[in-house]
C-alpha cells in the first residue's frame, strides 16, 4: 500500500519545473531586461535580470517548492548577460538562446539519422526503462516522430530569432523568445507523450506474447517428460511378458522359497 501511494505521489514534470507559477518566474528576467533597457540602459538591465533571477530563486525557496526553473533561470541570465556586457548591445543577450537552440534541433536530427531518437532516449533514462523499445521499429518510428518535433521546434526558434537579431529588435527578439518557449516545449510534450503511450502499450502487449509462449513451452515440456516415463512403463512392461515361460516359473518359484524361508523364520 506504501508503494502504490508513493508511486501516486510521485511529482510530474510539471511540478518538478515549479509547476506554473515557476515556468512564469523563469520567463520574468528576459521581461525585466527589455523594460530596464528601454528606460535606462544596457548595464541596468543587464543587473536587473541577474538580481530578479536570484530573487526567484528566493521567492520559490521560502514557498517549499522547486528552485530549478530559477537555477536555470540565473544560469541562462548569467550567460546571455556576458555575451551582452561583452559585445555591448541589449541584442546580445538574446544570442546564446539563439544558438543553443541550432545545437539542440541539430542534436535531435542527428539521433534520427543514427536511429537513437533523443526523445526515447531521454525517457527511457528518466524512468530506467532500458533499451528494449529500440527492438520494435514501430517504436523507433513514433519515437523519431516525437523527435522530429522537437527538432523543429529548436529550429523554428533559430530561424525566427536569429532572424529578428539581425533586424536589431530587442522588442520583438523578447516576445519571440517566450511566444516560442513553452507553448512549443508543450507541442513537443504532447509528442512524446503520444510515442511514449503507443510504445508502452506495444511492450506490454510483447510481454504478454513472451509469456504465453514461454508457458506454452512449459507446458509442451511437462507433457513430453510425462510421455517419456509412460513409454519407460510400457517397455518394463513388455519385456517382462516377453521372458521364456520357465524363466517366469523360476522366479516364481524363487519367491515361494523365499516366502516359506521368511515364514521358518
Known sequence: MTSVNESEKQPTLLEQMGGVSGLLFSSLPVVVFVLVNAF???MPAIWSALGFSVVIGIVLAMRKGSIQPAVSAVFGVGIAAFIAYRTGDA???????????????????????????LAGVIWSFLNGQGTAWRKDKANVRDYDIATL???LVFISRFVVQRWLYDEASVGWLAAARLAMGYPLMAVALVATVWAVRRSDKRLKATLAREEEENREAEERLRAQGESNIYDKMLDVSTDADQRPDHARAD?????RA????????
Not at 539542440?104 to 531518437?117: A, D, N, Q, T
Not at 522366479?251 to 519367491?255: E, F, I, M, N
Not at 523365499?258 to 523364520?265: G, H, I, L, M, P
Open 251 to 255: 522366479v516364481r518359484a524363487d519367491v
Open 40 to 42: 535606462a540602459g544596457l
Open 91 to 117: 541584442k546580445g543577450f538574446f544570442l546564446f538562446g539563439i544558438w543553443q537552440s541550432l545545437v539542440y534541433g541539430g542534436v535531435f536530427v542527428l539521433s534520427i539519422l543514427v536511429r537513437w531518437p
Open 149 to 151: 518535433v522537437w527538432a
Open 258 to 265: 523365499e516366502d516359506r524361508a521368511n515364514t521358518k523364520d
